[in-house]
């Protein structure tokens, strides 16, 4: 009789082990990685469409199959929990680089926030001030009551035993990439990086920038400069070479009715320049306001570079010139202290480009006056669109045509 158990437990510890190694699947490590990358995908398309676009900001709204697609996903996947992602992404927004924002390089160090950026969102996830003031209007069903909220940790539970079940002792691995992939891409690229280093189409008082050719990775999110000067648009490509995946996915979802996108930032339009500027042109520079000033901060840096070439001014060296290149890039009004100091030492021996410096100001007034009557704004941008054409530089006549295009 003891020999039988002993028999198919001989049988069957062979039958075990060969489970372990490859699982129910059975497929070579390239399949394997294949697979990672695709449900990691998943995972970050969930992030920015269902979390970031559509609760944080209501830039979308989903249909309830597919919100609740997303939901399970993250359950899965992540463990966290709706209501505090979205609270503590918008205090974010709300305390931008300043005390209080919950994880800004400008604050906690970019080192402390590339290594300790799951870390830093836990802490903030778990202020109950926090997750009251900005959590709201968030998903509270039955579901995410009862389960997804009271049951965090269980979700990822389950996915370890399904990736173990799929793919064997390799599976372990999966699950970790699985597990890292968002407090790596999101947690600390984003919110690392996408406030630190790459280029920016938008000036601010935030530091957001964009970090390069990664949508694929991270789902469009490296586009974070224009999200933080767009926060309400479901499109967060700006520019012609900036793709979004993100966009992509809302638009096929849109395609399937399960997706309705309510807000995206908006694109100039232009015609022919009109002799005059009316109130059509006025409401269209206003609403396209960082584009206007985007651009005129392209023209001006171009101003200063060909100055550059042309005047060699013993005066200044190259480091204080670098610095009045990066200048050149801000918004006169968040540039103070020693670096305003610096700006207008240099300026000053520069007509024109002072001159053009000096309107730069003046037309950024035209949306600081927010309360002043339409007619009176009118009357500012045509004042300013004169000025621009009698000054007798050619950059300013043409930005002036650009104007008086808009529509």
Known sequence: MDALPAQFLSQLLPQFLDF???????????????WTLA???VTIAAVTIYLHRCQAHRALTLHPIASHVFRF??????????????????????R????????????????????????LY???AANPVTVVQYGTGTPDDWVERHVYSRFVWQGVGVMLVLDVVLFGVIGLTV????????PVTAAGVINGLGHWWGYRNY??????????????????????????TYPTSARLSSRWFEFDVGWLYIRLLQACGLARVTRVAPRPRRAAPKPEADLHTLHAVIA???????????????????DAKQVHDVMFDKPFLAQVDRLLRRDPGLVTGEQADALALFLRHRGALLTMQQLRADLADLWQRQHAAPEELLAHLRQWCERAELSGIGMLRDFATRLRSYA
């Open 20 to 34: 372990l190694s490859h699982g129910l699947l059975e497929w070579n490590g390239w399949a394997i990685v294949a």
């Open 39 to 41: 449900v990691t995908h």
């Open 73 to 94: 996903w993250l359950w899965l996947t992540t463990g966290m929990v709706t209501r505090e992602w979205v609270a503590v992404h918008r205090k974010h927004h709300a």
């Open 96 to 119: 931008c680089e300043a005390d209080g924002d919950p994880h800004s390089p400008a604050v906690f160090g970019i080192g402390t926030v590339l290594l300790r950026g799951s870390e």
């Open 122 to 124: 836990r802490t903030e």
């Open 175 to 182: 699950w970790a990439v699985q597990m890292l992939w968002i």
């Open 203 to 228: 000036d601010g008082p935030h530091a957001a920038t964009n970090i390069g050719p990664l949508g694929l990775l991270i789902g469009g999110e490296e586009l974070h400069n224009n999200h933080h």
């Open 288 to 306: 396209n306001r960082h584009e206007v000033m985007a651009r005129y901060a392209r023209m001006l840096r171009r101003a200063f570079r060909q």
